[in-house]
């Protein structure tokens, strides 16, 4: 009878450590924080990022003229931080991604602002259709860091 009761209270407990097990899991996982982009002018910077994305700016701690802090939902904050040099060549490869939830109405607020975005391929002003159904554009900012804008809104 002694073994049957352990049995059962042993089952019971085996559900209650796997639980205990996938919180504490979770509680050490990795949040991405911000990211830093090092820009020449932090005006034009800034300008960009806050009118073509309408991010907003939110407090920095550094008070020194040389950053400014976005928010960028849950996915952390944008930190831009001047003094870097001009004329840097990025790689397409090498982007940051913005998820919208029209890229009809992103790219029609381009083409108002008169910034040229092109597909993958580098074919002007045309959205690419991967093949999951996401359509995407890419584009440059001042400093010529690659933006990706798609519809993988959810």
């Known amino acids: 009878m002694r073994i049957f009761i352990l049995a059962v209270l042993l089952a019971t407990l085996i559900p209650f450590q796997e ?14 924080n911000h990211i830093a982009i090092y820009v020449a002018d932090l005006k034009i910077a800034t ?47 090498d982007h940051l ?18 910034i040229n975005y092109e597909n993958w391929a580098g074919d002007q002003n045309t959205v690419t ?7 995407q554009i890419y584009f440059k900012d001042p400093d010529g860091h690659w933006l990706e804008v798609n519809d993988d809104h959810k």
């Open 129 to 135: 259709n991967r093949v999951d159904g996401i359509k």
């Open 19 to 32: 639980t205990m097990t996938q919180t504490e899991k979770k509680k050490k996982t990795v949040t991405l």
């Open 97 to 114: 991604c913005f998820s919208v939830e029209s890229i009809a109405d992103f790219t029609a607020k381009l083409k108002a602002k008169q």
């Open 47 to 93: 300008d960009f990022y806050q009118t073509v994305f309408d991010l907003e700016i939110i407090p920095e701690p550094f008070k020194d003229g040389r950053h400014t802090w976005f928010s960028i939902g849950a996915a952390g904050q944008l930190h831009l931080i001047q003094g870097a040099k001009s004329n840097v060549t990025h790689e397409k490869n």
